[in-house]
Each structure stands twice: as structure tokens, then as C-alpha cells.
């Protein structure tokens, strides 16, 4: 297992669309994280820095580094 972590940041005027988008997750977007080896997927907004901290484990980089260009992860 391979675990990867990410920072980004997210304007103030965009938490409530961010929230909106983010608050269920998609069952296509489940199942093409699962395709790609992904596990165990947590995100969180820090609204007090606008920071989003993202969280994820993979099986394998190469599998993993396809994910960015399916359909519905674009």
C-alpha cells in the first residue's frame, strides 16, 4: 500500500459549491476509485485557511496515475 497526500487551496467564496459538490460522493466516482487501486479516500476543507487536505491509498503509482484522465474525474 502506498499512501499519497495532498494540499490545495480553495477560495472563500467557492466553500458552499466545494461543500455541495463534495458532501456525497458520486457511486462513479467509488467505483472508479476502487478501479484504480484506491482506497480509503478522505477529504477535508479547513475554512478558517481555505486549505483542503486530501488523503488516499493506492496499490500501485502507475495504475493510480491513469485515474486523472477518466471521464469522471475530468
Avoid: C
Avoid at 41 to 59: A, C, P, Q, R
Amino acid at each position: 500500500m502506498i499512501r499519497k497526500a495532498f494540499v490545495m487551496t480553495v477560495y472563500p467564496d467557492m466553500h458552499e459549491e466545494y461543500e455541495k459538490r463534495h458532501n456525497e460522493i458520486w457511486p462513479e466516482m467509488v467505483e472508479e476509485l476502487r478501479n484504480h487501486g484506491g482506497k480509503n479516500y478522505s477529504i477535508f476543507l479547513d475554512k478558517d485557511t481555505n486549505t483542503l487536505f486530501g488523503y488516499i491509498e493506492i496499490e500501485d503509482e502507475e495504475k493510480w496515475k491513469q485515474m486523472a484522465t477518466t471521464e469522471i474525474n475530468q
